[in-house]
């Protein structure tokens, strides 16, 4: 799957970085959900301050790693929501160096 976009890990557990699909360009930021209940996400997607959507930990089942399934909504985007995975940047050496993965089956 291709990326859309492509994070870096900081010193306060929140990734900064960029999405880019054919019709947005914008900067983004995962932040933890330090007051997370229930199923809310475990990181909030901002763009410009404007919260676009959530962040979930999940472990693969066929590694056992943890990603971050991440949901975006915002007009830009359509009506559906935009789904990626938090996941390894291909051909990286940076260990903090992280892709969106688009995953449109979600």
Known sequence: MPA????TRQSDGSFKGMLRTLSVSADIQLVPNRSKMGD???YR??????ELGGGWI??????????IRVSISAPELGNRPLFA???????QDDDDTFALIWNPAN
């Open 58 to 67: 999940r472990t693969s089942e066929i590694s056992g790693n943890d990603y």
């Open 40 to 42: 809310q996400p475990d």
């Open 85 to 91: 995975n938090l996941g390894r940047a291909a051909g």
């Open 4 to 7: 859309i976009g492509h994070v």
């Open 45 to 50: 997607v901002f763009a410009s301050g404007v």
